[in-house]
């Protein structure tokens, strides 16, 4: 099946899919295989291109979410979600993308079906990236330190999109070396993982300069913290509620060059992205 053709879809919409119960924004509603089969549905008849499946949340360590997700067992993670990636391939004939950073869960996701590895750990194990070169499927790399956490060490940069853009090519020459095809790898910048709020809007605000090289990128800012701690208003609004922030920073991707973006409101962001489509098409 693999993945729509850039020509048609010039931004894709991936739809995030947590089956989990400890996600930051929608934990817990669609640990249930069916729910979460029926969500998927709906995200695709919204408009999106991608079903994004995770069943280990990645909600990182810091002042806004205290201790962050606890690490699941692979077994735990392999419940969760083999049995939807494999459903929703089967019902919907979809294309999905497991969000993963361990091999024995992107394998038998793949030997169901994915097209697609999320590794938000940016090519940490050696196994994932030769599981990748192995089944030649599109790998994503993204940008983060450690498990994401928003420490002092994290997020000492000296100029963050410099060092994220140098920390992305390390992560694409260890994938290559392990004999991934440099055409199938996206990268994302990783906005709000080992990274403050200014940190995360930097790269926002500078991401033609990443999306200018010579990979696609994915953008996953939907209901981030980094959203709701710039919040006009000085509280912070919860995940539910950062609706604004999320088609911003969305509609500012896709004017600088994202090939796809990362959504849990598929419909609005699907039609957001539709409109800053049409605004690069009419550009002189």
Excluded at 132 to 137: F, G, I, P, S, T
Excluded at 165 to 174: D, G, K, P, Q, S
Excluded at 218 to 224: D, I, P, T, Y
């Amino acid at each position: 099946m693999g993945l729509p053709q850039a020509s048609r879809t010039p931004c894709q919409i991936w739809g995030v899919l947590n089956v989990t119960p400890d996600s930051f924004s929608d934990g817990g509603r669609f640990v249930d295989a069916g729910r979460a089969v029926d969500h998927a549905a709906r995200m695709l008849e919204d408009g999106a291109h991608v079903i994004d499946v995770g069943g280990e949340s990645t909600r990182p360590r810091g002042q806004t979410y205290g201790a962050g997700a606890a690490p699941v067992p692979v077994d735990e993670e392999l419940r969760r979600v083999v049995p939807v990636v494999e459903r929703i391939i089967r019902e919907l004939e979809a294309t999905v993308s497991v969000d993963t950073t361990t091999p024995e869960v992107a394998r038998a996701c793949l030997g169901v079906g994915a097209q697609i590895i999320n590794d938000v750990s940016g090519g940490a194990s050696s196994a994932l990236l030769q599981l990748a070169a192995k089944w030649k499927v599109d790998l994503v790399l993204m940008h983060n330190r450690g498990r994401g956490e928003v420490t002092a060490s994290n997020t000492a940069y000296g100029n963050v999109v410099d060092d994220v853009h140098a920390e992305l090519l390390e992560a694409v020459a260890r994938a290559t070396e392990q004999g991934v095809d440099p055409s199938r790898l996206w990268v994302d910048p990783g906005l709000g993982f080992a990274k403050t709020a200014e940190q995360s809007l930097a790269l926002l605000r500078e991401l033609a300069s990443l999306t200018n090289g010579p990979f696609p990128v994915l953008v996953g800012a939907s209901r981030k913290s980094f959203l709701a701690d710039l919040d006009a208003t000085g509280t912070p609004t919860p995940p539910l509620e950062r609706l604004g922030g999320s088609l911003a920073a969305l509609t500012h991707a896709v004017l600088a060059g994202a090939r796809a973006v990362r959504v849990h409101d598929v419909r609005e962001s699907a039609r957001a992205a539709r409109f800053a489509s049409r605004l690069l098409e009419s550009a002189p």
